[in-house]
């Protein structure tokens, strides 16, 4: 048995646990306080909120206990009720192994009743001592990302410990920049006849510092580009088709949108948006760095997209190969099953 912690900003850590659970032969149990996803078979912990209190009365409640944690306002009753949960489900189902997506919190308390941890790795400036406390206990640190994208700085014991497989996407494993026609329908991709080329821009959940003004801006410094807009607002009937029919996709530097792009190949500006840590300037200066895309650290002036979009093209698709193997959550996977089969037989010779 696996648990598997989902924090509940954005949507990337769902769909990346999504993506495992397909892979695995392990049962999986979510742990989150987002409700069970539609179409999860598998057991759900629905756990208690911890951000209720407000900001003002955080802060004043020692939401960081000294410096030590990220999280942990004093006389928080959710936090409470959600740290009794996930024990309480470790009590009773033993389980072998604990990934967390993300939280130091979870981490620690896991490893304190005694199973084993995986944490996932992130993007950006990660050796502050809550991050350290994390990834000094785990037993692995699973990057969804390629080797050298995000590790300038860590010391020698978490490189030791790293498994970097890749981008995980939903998408793995399908043929990039290929979509499905309907018979005797013409294809709707890029270079199709008399069609403009066009851009896909794709939001996340986590929210977005860029505003309406400086995208219709932007719209109207390209013209010839048709700019198709997908996010919370604007869901996507199949992502898929709208990636493969992308000559450019513009993307916030999200993990979970950047591993979908990578796994369609497209030609891409990632445009990192404000997030703590810097995680998204990481990932824009990562894939700007490795060749996979163009990366820029804020939404650029106007004037500029002209000359990004056109770099884009010529830069291509192909770049992204480094990024995503196309298998990184079945590799990701099989490093989760034979680390379970470890520990399960750790756990009935000591019970023998």
Not at 96 to 119: K, M, N, Q, T, Y
Not at 144 to 171: E, I, M, N, Q, Y
Not at 185 to 195: K, N, T, V
Not at 292 to 305: F, H, K, L, N
Request: proline share 8%; net charge neutral; charged share 20%.
């Amino acid at each position: 048995m696996i648990g598997y912690y989902v924090h509940h900003q954005g949507l990337g850590h769902l769909t990346r646990l999504q993506a495992l659970a397909e892979q695995l032969r392990s049962p999986v149990t979510g742990l989150s306080s987002l409700p069970r996803p539609a179409g999860w078979d598998g057991d759900w912990v629905q756990l208690d909120r911890d951000d209720a209190l407000p900001a003002a009365d955080a802060a004043a409640a020692d939401a960081t206990a000294l410096g030590v944690l990220h999280w942990a306002p004093r006389h928080d009753r959710g936090l409470a009720g959600r740290g009794a949960a996930v024990a309480e489900w470790i009590r009773r189902t033993d389980p072998a192994l604990v990934v967390v997506d993300v939280s130091v919190e979870i981490a620690v308390l896991s490893r304190l009743c005694g199973v084993p941890v995986v944490v996932l790795a992130m993007p950006g400036v990660r050796t502050d001592r809550p991050h350290a406390l994390a990834y000094d206990l785990a037993e692995a640190l699973l990057a969804p990302w390629p080797d050298g994208a995000h590790t300038d700085g860590w010391p020698a014991a978490w490189h030791a410990k790293l498994w970097a497989v890749g981008g995980l996407s939903r998408f793995d494993g399908r043929a990039p920049g290929r979509v499905a026609v309907p018979e005797g329908a013409l294809p709707d991709g890029p270079g199709a006849p008399g069609r403009p080329r066009r851009v896909l821009l794709l939001w996340g959940g986590g929210g977005r510092g860029t505003s309406a003004a400086e995208v219709a801006a932007a719209r109207a410094a390209t013209p010839g580009w048709e700019w198709v807009e997908r996010g919370p607002g604007s869901p996507s009937p199949d992502l898929w088709s709208d990636l493969a029919s992308a000559d450019v996709v513009v993307t916030h530097g999200g993990q979970n949108s950047v591993a979908e792009v990578a796994a369609a190949g497209r030609p891409a500006v990632v445009v990192a948006q404000p997030r703590p840590f810097d995680e998204q300037v990481a990932t824009a200066r990562a894939v700007e760095r490795l060749g996979a895309a163009v990366g820029v650290d804020t939404w650029p002036r106007a004037e500029s997209w002209p000359g990004l979009l056109d770099r884009a093209v010529a830069r291509g698709g192909e770049g992204w190969r480094r990024w995503s193997t196309g298998n990184g959550a079945a590799v990701a996977a099989a490093r989760l099953d034979a680390l379970v089969d470890r520990h399960r037989r750790s756990m009935e010779r000591a019970a023998s």
